[in-house]
């Protein structure tokens, strides 16, 4: 870096400093008051840049010690050199003036925050409003520069600070107010201070093993889960210490009377992906000794940093090592990890405000108080390079976009072709909310909905299909309106969620209703689920709708319902989300937003494991059943438009006739019937058929022989074949 001392000497009329304070005033304030800093009541020093001047003559300054121009120095202006950064000082006992020149065009910066190597650590922020900006580097200020617009940042400040800082807390001063790193890679846990990361010596131990295959995005059978929520209970029978922390998700050898609990209940279940509720660094539960402290996790405070509630060991290095061995566990495990982003809003204004509100949307997009604007280029650079980040540093399979819907779709589409293109070998899934938070927006048109999402499809982003849901199990927070799964509903809004969502035709730029159910232009877009962490449970659902129907909480039915709903999602086309618990018949105890409710609410019991093993047995086999048969998981819309064919036989009966050889299925043909009416007999195509499962029963099926007819029962799945 370019740096040249000028040493102005100034007699100065001074009785001694006294108690006064020092302003700086200039072209960069407008002349307005700027208090200088001092740490020892001798230097009074500020970082200035002076980009431009006025009609008088130029960049200038002077300092005005009460700031009422009663007395300032020196007598006349002091002029500097214009698109320059000068660190001024005043020693009011030596009456000296020093000003430091710095030129940024040295400064190489390839990512912003603490981009640290053995010689040195580049510091960078964008602050694109400010005209003072430091770093403070464990206690000592640095004063930063305005940099060159590089590498597609604008509005930046840098400072490379030589030395091996690996450890080394820092923050930043934005006109003299502490903020943190946007980029920050850790964190001192409730503070506004970040921690200098080598991140080379935070690697699992023997390195990564190689990533579990996935031929194809609707390959995937994605399963939700909390962190504390699967082991915390002690029936998990995972080590005491490890208990609801990110080591506890892939602790093996665990089992509840002999069955299979945590990572190896998983397993055994045959999910491909897991999807973890938001895994950063966030605000609330700041007290680690208060253990009973519960949330989600969706109030972001750090977006890079890992929650250091989840880590057995505070220890900076290990905190990172954890939560990196917990994803590499489940890449050995055969499991994909995928994380939930919360890039929509910050847990309060105060994460960003003091950098630049421009992070910051006008309206309140999210319902929280704050929503984050992405059409900002460098606020949208911002999530991008963090996701970049993870994907890069913790090895990750995905994204789960909460609130995507506050974004524009070009947007979205913009993170996902960027991520594909860096990481093309991944199969990455991506995809999000397409709703806000409720909110009147004025970009409704250009944001993600189902009605823009397949103007993205080369992005290989992808929406939960709403439509589906509700058209299953109808209202999520109450037993009133029941769906399909409950003898009620729209049959054509399950012929069309049955289909992946697919329009009408390909062309994505054909302009539908922005919440039009059919709305994708490759299956991989229609993620498709009953229940997630939001609104009830399936269990909860189910109980609240026989309370409203006077039907007993014990019924034989209502168990029948817990397999008829996701038996339907598990033989759809698009990708399957489950609910983590729902295959051991999970409840909340009707807790429609348990956020921050207690263990006893949320928690995973692993006795529901025992005492409703054929709930567990039938979710097992259809996600056997679909990760066997490809003719369930059509890969285009074209295949999907030509292969698969639906019937409304009835307004309580779908059947689905799929030409599966046509996606390399050994079964040439399936029928998928959805039947939420009663009993009938239902005439069968001509030829030898296998009945591969009914009754919503593990144990029914076993490939018996029919032909001409087929008894089928009401409130279940029936799947026949022909090989």
Request: proline share 4%; net charge negative.
């Amino acid at each position: 870096m370019n740096t040249r001392i000028i040493w102005l000497s100034v007699i100065l009329l001074l009785a001694g400093n006294g108690s006064a304070e020092w302003y700086f005033r200039g072209t960069p304030n407008a002349w307005g008051k700027m208090q200088m800093s001092t740490d020892d009541n001798v230097h009074y020093c500020t970082t200035q840049t002076f980009s431009d001047g006025d009609e008088n003559g130029g960049p200038r300054f002077k300092v005005d010690r009460y700031g009422n121009w009663q007395e300032s120095y020196p007598a006349q202006d002091y002029g500097v050199s214009m698109n320059t950064q000068y660190t001024i000082c005043l020693n009011v006992e030596s009456h000296l003036f020093s000003l430091e020149a710095a030129s940024p065009n040295d400064l190489v910066i390839h990512r912003l925050g603490a981009e640290y190597d053995a010689d040195g650590t580049t510091f960078a922020i964008w602050s694109p409003e400010s005209s003072n900006v430091m770093l403070n580097l464990n206690g000592v200020d640095y004063p930063m520069l305005r940099a060159d617009d590089q590498n597609g940042y604008t509005g930046i400040y840098g400072r490379r600070v030589n030395g091996d800082l690996h450890g080394q807390p820092y923050f930043f001063k934005i006109n003299g107010i502490r903020v943190r790193d946007p980029y920050g890679k850790m964190a001192i846990p409730n503070e506004d201070t970040n921690i200098v990361m080598d991140m080379s010596r935070t690697l699992p131990a023997g390195g990564w093993v190689e990533r579990p295959p996935l031929a194809e995005r609707e390959d995937a059978v994605i399963y939700e889960v909390h962190v504390r929520d699967f082991t915390i209970d002690a029936s998990s029978a995972v080590s005491a210490d490890k208990r609801g922390k990110f080591m506890g998700m892939v602790e093996t050898g665990t089992a509840y009377q002999s069955v299979a609990t945590g990572i190896d209940h998983l397993k055994e279940l045959g999910i491909t992906h897991v999807q973890l509720l938001p895994i950063y660094d966030f605000a609330t539960c700041p007290d680690l000794a208060d253990t009973s402290c519960y949330n989600w996790g969706y109030d972001p405070r750090n977006y890079n940093v890992p929650e250091d509630r989840y880590a057995v060991s505070l220890n900076y290095e290990d905190r990172v090592r954890e939560l990196k061995t917990m994803v590499n566990e489940f890449h050995k495990a055969g499991i994909r990890v995928i994380m939930d982003v919360v890039y929509n809003h910050t847990f309060d204004y105060e994460m960003f405000e003091h950098i630049s509100m421009r992070y910051y949307t006008d309206t309140d997009l999210s319902g929280t108080g704050n929503s984050i604007d992405a059409n900002v280029p460098m606020v949208s650079r911002m999530i991008q390079d963090s996701l970049e980040y993870w994907l890069k540093e913790y090895n990750l399979d995905g994204f789960r976009f909460d609130l995507a819907g506050i974004f524009d779709h070009d947007e979205f589409g913009r993170w996902g072709r960027y991520l594909n293109d860096v990481f093309p070998d991944r199969n990455l899934l991506l995809y999000g909310e397409p709703w806000n938070g409720y909110a009147e927006d004025i970009r409704e048109s250009e944001r993600v909905r189902p009605g823009t999402i397949a103007r993205e499809y080369e992005a290989h982003v992808g929406i939960f299909n709403a439509h589906y849901r509700e058209a299953i199990k109808g209202n999520n927070d109450n037993g009133y309106g029941g769906g399909f799964a409950f003898n009620q509903g729209e049959i054509w809004k399950m012929d069309f969620g049955s289909r992946a969502a697919i329009r009408y035709n390909n062309d994505p730029w054909q302009v539908i209703d922005l919440w039009d159910p059919m709305f994708a232009t490759d299956p991989e877009q229609s993620i498709n689920y009953v229940s997630a962490h939001d609104n009830l449970c399936l269990r909860d659902k189910i109980l609240a709708w026989a309370d409203v129907n006077g039907i007993d909480s014990s019924s034989d039915y209502l168990r029948r319902i817990q397999n008829y709903a996701n038996g339907m999602i598990l033989t759809s086309q698009g990708i399957p989300f489950l609910h983590g618990g729902v295959e051991l018949m999970r409840d909340k105890q009707g807790d429609e937003n348990s956020f921050i409710s207690s263990d006893e609410i949320n928690k995973i019991r692993w006795n529901w494991k025992v005492e409703n093993a054929d709930i567990y047995r039938y979710y097992q086999d259809l996600i056997r059943l679909r990760n066997h048969h490809p003719g369930l998981r059509m890969n285009t819309w074209h295949e999907i438009d030509n292969y698969v064919s639906t019937i409304r036989y009835s307004d309580h009966v779908l059947v689905t006739d799929i030409n599966a050889a046509a996606n390399n299925d050994d079964w040439s043909r399936i029928l998928v019937i959805y039947n939420s009416g009663g009993d009938f007999s239902y005439p069968l195509p001509g030829g030898t058929w296998y009945v591969a499962v009914e009754r919503n029963d593990p144990d029914a099926g076993n490939d018996r022989v029919v032909t001409n007819h087929l008894w089928i029962e009401g409130t279940a799945v029936t799947v026949l074949y022909q090989p």
